[in-house]
């Protein structure tokens, strides 16, 4: 604000809104975040929403769903096991592996950023979708499918705590914006191994220096 700053644009997650068993959340939906990553981006929220309001500050949020594709680090999901079958390890998945995510390319969260800033309304919030719904154990199964590790390298490991069941958001407002997505996620998953296959240099990099836990 003091730089004379007057657009400012947060990128948050789905999570704020913690778990459904069914249907959808969106815009209208309460803040119900279940654990603290996702309850820091609700006071992420809060603080700019009251920035907006005390100082005129012109302000958009997107809550997106879980992205993916090249370059992504090796802590989340999709990249950790790639990395563990293509070093031939055992690919883990928390509890029944039956958890729903919502899976969006990067690419694709990408573009809706930018068609919020070109085209959202001020104080606007957003959710970024894609309606492409896949359990932890389905994507573990095509990652060693793809990569050619038998489907007796998936380990079943204790849940971890406050691991909600499933999100799922509906971006029709953000549709309405003209923005869509483009990349399927079976698709979009493929092309994302084969990043990782002819990319290891790039990725041994952050295995040494982050210490190889994959």
């Not at 006071?43 to 992205?67: F, R, W």
């Not at 999709?78 to 729903?100: E, F, M, T």
Request: aromatic share 8%; glycine share 12%.
């Amino acid at each position: 604000r003091r730089c004379g700053i007057e657009r400012v644009h947060y990128v948050s997650t789905d999570e704020v809104y913690g778990h459904t068993e069914a249907g959808t959340f969106d815009e209208r939906s309460p803040s119900r975040p279940r654990n603290p990553y996702a309850a820091g981006k609700a006071g992420g929220e809060a603080v700019l929403h009251a920035y907006g309001a005390s100082y005129g500050l012109k302000v958009t949020i997107t809550n997106a769903c879980n992205t993916y594709g090249p370059r992504q680090a090796l802590d989340r999901l999709i990249p950790r096991l790639i990395v563990r079958a293509i070093l031939g390890k055992s690919l883990p998945v928390y509890g029944d592996g039956q958890h729903i995510r919502e899976w969006l390319h990067v690419d694709d969260h990408v573009a809706a950023i930018l068609e919020v800033l070109d085209k959202g309304a001020p104080g606007g919030t957003y959710c970024v979708g894609s309606g492409e719904r896949v359990s932890n154990l389905s994507i573990a199964q095509q990652i060693a499918e793809h990569v050619g590790l038998g489907q007796d390298g998936i380990e079943l490991v204790e849940d971890r705590r406050g691991h909600d069941r499933r999100y799922a958001v509906d971006s029709s407002r953000l549709q309405e914006l003209g923005w869509r997505p483009g990349q399927g996620f079976d698709a979009g998953l493929i092309e994302t191994v084969k990043w990782y296959l002819d990319n290891r240099i790039w990725w041994e990099h952050f295995v040494r220096t982050v210490g190889g836990n994959v």
